[in-house]
């Protein structure tokens, strides 16, 4: 019998390592094959991601940037909101008060300052048929604030034909960088404003925003601001950065009643938040060179501007240090000569009790404090 095996079989039984070898080589990819399609998958992810991430950040500075998203500062941000509101604070033309045979033109003032300035001044008591107010105070804003903001409303179209501008005593301080600087953060500023406040002698350097590697930034820069906008509740101050939830649409914020024993604890904050302003005090530095900026800016423009030492309690005067008070008057009487504009103390206007923490108005004191500031307005 012939016993011949087929070459087929022949090959399959006695190559069988071979065969299997040629089965896998077609029917499998191999690991290393197999590591390297999910590597590119990865690779691609990854790249995709950082994209995002990059034209995200990009867009979003671009954005915060030409304030087409209002970010960079709640607070200025907050207040133009509400002056928008008053439509002829947006117009070249003068107020047209009601007919009256015994009054002349009317006017639209404007008060720019601190939260100081944001209790104590009551707009919508102020107006009248002759004059429309607003406060365009903010809390945190000292003089180098206030010129920056200034400087931002002429340059957006605000217009208004008399301004009181406040004198902080504590802000003015003789300190670079200013004393309010623990407030104005630099993701606050617009770019050529860097250079205005080198020019009021504060050496400040660039801000991160505006560095070339700024745009990839923007997420941690503008965190606060960010947090502000989603949940305000969430940073240090439960009001957020500013304070629209108890603004009324002048600009006014309220103050609070308080009882004599939260009045002492509130007086001991104000202290602990101001003590380094009283050390050697004196005026000076780059808060001085601030409000002497908003008058040169107000007088090229023809506003009439009255320059307001704003109300503090015994006990906060008294912090400065013996002789100091004597020494706010002389500055504060030197700069209204010099710029030949009134000057209005109202240092000693409100009794203690008209303070909730010796320098922001209670309610009943932003009454008094107003009323009596329209009579010397007239």
Not at 27 to 37: C, F, H, I, K
Not at 286 to 308: E, F, H, M, N, Y
Request: glycine share 8%; net charge neutral.
């Amino acid at each position: 019998m012939d016993r011949t095996v087929p070459t087929e079989l022949t090959t399959l039984e006695t190559q069988p390592e071979w065969r299997i070898a040629r089965a896998d080589a077609v029917t499998a990819p191999s690991p290393r094959s197999g590591r390297s399609v999910h590597g590119r998958r990865a690779r691609t992810a990854v790249l995709a991601g950082v994209l995002m991430f990059v034209v995200v950040q990009v867009a979003s500075h671009k954005a915060i940037d030409s304030e087409v998203v209002p970010l960079r500062d709640p607070i200025y941000a907050e207040k133009i909101g509400l002056l928008k509101g008053h439509p002829e604070f947006w117009s070249t033309n003068p107020l047209t008060p009601s007919p009256s045979p015994t009054r002349g033109e009317g006017r639209r003032l404007l008060a720019v300052g601190s939260s100081r300035t944001q209790l104590c001044l009551d707009a919508e008591r102020l107006s009248d048929d002759r004059t429309s107010a607003f406060n365009f105070g903010c809390a945190g804003c000292g003089p180098v604030a206030n010129a920056l903001y200034l400087r931002r409303l002429l340059d957006d179209g605000v217009a208004f034909d008399a301004a009181v501008i406040e004198l902080h005593p504590a802000m003015l301080a003789d300190h670079t960088p200013p004393f309010e600087a623990r407030w104005l953060h630099d993701y606050r500023l617009r770019r050529h404003e860097v250079d205005t406040l080198r020019g009021f002698g504060w050496p400040i350097d660039t801000p991160v925003q505006f560095h070339p590697a700024g745009p990839l930034q923007t997420a941690h820069t503008f965190r606060f601001a960010a947090l502000n906008a989603a949940a305000p509740s969430l940073l240090p101050s439960p009001f957020g950065l500013g304070l629209l939830n108890r603004t009324d649409a002048r600009g006014h914020v309220p103050g609070i009643e308080i009882t004599p024993e939260k009045r002492a604890e509130y007086l001991a904050q104000a202290y602990a938040e101001y003590f380094h302003a009283f050390a050697d005090y004196r005026p000076g530095g780059p808060a001085v060179a601030a409000v002497r900026d908003i008058l040169t800016q107000l007088k090229s423009r023809g506003v009439r501007a009255t320059l307001l030492l704003t109300p503090e309690s015994s006990e906060f005067r008294a912090w400065y240090g013996p002789g100091k008070q004597a020494g706010i008057a002389s500055f504060a009487t030197e700069l209204a000569r010099e710029f030949d504009v009134p000057l209005i103390d109202a240092r000693e206007w409100l009794p203690d009790a008209g303070f909730a923490d010796g320098h922001h108005a209670t309610p009943a004191g932003a009454r008094t404090f107003t009323d009596r500031l329209r009579g010397a307005l007239r």
